[in-house]
């Protein structure tokens, strides 16, 4: 059993350029989420989705896009990165509110 | 929305020794509060949760308590471990919506032999 895989794990990108972080559960969750750890500031939400087809805004979503066109996959997109993107992005999955969610390994990103 | 204040940032003790991790939250409809243990280079991964129909819950050496009115939650290591030391993440999820949770800014936790 997988749980979440993200893909790439890292990964340095110039500035500008567009950049696909893929995440694929195979837990059959409903609701999938994006979130950025950065030192000091925690893990803040970047994106959600309650179910396939549906999308949200967190916390931070600025410079972010993200689609759910199937329950498994749930991938985050950066239109034209900027060096305050570094960051490590995790995704995650739970099946309904309330309930533990399940975080993959991350994927580091530098932006220079 | 919902803040969640987390301390302390770091916390050192001698294994064997008890560690406590306090949060509080400000928004008083959340009521799900679970708690994270990550370690160095993965992902976190759920440790224990409370709800907010319930005032403490524990895990062998794990215990959390939670004071809805005080609008605060505490982590509880009892006899620790080298292998506890890790960040400790607390975290608040609000009524609306999924588990789209809040969390504190973490605690590095080293137990020392």
């Known amino acids: 059993i997988a749980g979440i895989t993200q893909a790439p794990t890292s990964q340095i990108l110039a500035a500008g350029r567009r950049m696909t972080l893929r995440c694929t559960q195979d837990?059959?969750?409903?609701?999938m989420y994006w979130y950025r750890q950065d030192l000091g500031l925690g893990l803040r939400l970047i994106h959600y989705?309650?179910?396939?087809?549906?999308?949200g805004k967190g916390e931070v979503p600025d410079g972010y896009s993200v689609s759910r066109a199937n329950t498994d996959d749930f991938p985050l997109t950066l239109a034209s990165a900027v060096p305050s993107q570094t960051s490590v992005y995790f995704c995650?999955?739970?099946?309904?509110?309330?309930?533990?969610?399940?975080f993959g390994q991350g994927t580091r990103l530098t932006v220079v | 929305g919902e803040n969640v204040e987390q301390h302390p940032s770091t916390l050192s003790v001698q294994e064997g020794d008890s560690a406590v991790i306090k949060c509080t939250y400000s928004d008083s409809a959340s009521n799900y509060f679970p708690w994270y243990k990550q370690e160095l280079g993965k992902g976190p991964q759920l440790i224990i949760d409370?709800?907010?129909?319930?005032g403490e819950k524990k895990d062998q050496r794990i215990a959390v308590t939670l004071n809805k009115t005080a609008k605060h939650f505490s982590l509880h290591i009892t006899e620790t471990q080298p292998e506890d030391s890790a960040v400790y993440f607390c975290?608040?999820?609000?009524?609306?919506?999924?588990?789209?949770?809040?969390f504190g800014k973490g605690t590095m936790l080293l137990v020392s032999p």
């Open positions: 989705s309650n179910t396939a087809g549906t999308t």
């Open positions: 995650a999955s739970s099946d309904y509110r309330g309930t533990e969610a399940f």
């Open positions: 975290a608040a999820s609000p009524p609306s919506g999924y588990s789209t949770l809040t």
């Open positions: 837990m059959r969750h409903n609701a």
């Open positions: 409370i709800r907010s129909n319930v």
